[in-house]
């Protein structure tokens, strides 16, 4: 009898909360203002921080990933690109 009202104690001031999903941070390489830019911004808060002349070119989970892209594809961040 002890033991299930230990239990009962017990569950009663347990925090019982759903595991969320964690969001994961994504660093994407844009072309803005014409200069190659890594931004953990999605595009639509891009466009209303650089304007209307920004695209997108891949996004990864990982900084270092992201600027490897852009060095190998553009000569790294703050190089000349157009959109």
């Avoid at 019982?16 to 203002?33: I, K, N």
């Avoid at 999605?42 to 891949?58: E, N």
Wanted: proline share 1%; hydrophobic share 40%.
């Amino acid at each position: 009898m002890k033991s299930g009202l230990v239990v009962c104690i017990l569950l009663s001031i347990m925090q019982v909360s759903p595991v969320l999903a964690q969001d994961v941070e994504h660093y994407t390489v844009y072309c803005a203002d014409n200069r190659i830019e890594i931004s953990f911004w999605d595009l639509a808060q891009m466009k209303v921080r650089r304007g209307s002349d920004v695209c997108q070119f891949a996004s990864y989970t990982s900084s270092s990933s992201a600027m490897d892209f852009a060095r190998k594809n553009f000569g790294g961040e703050g190089s000349d690109c157009s959109c």
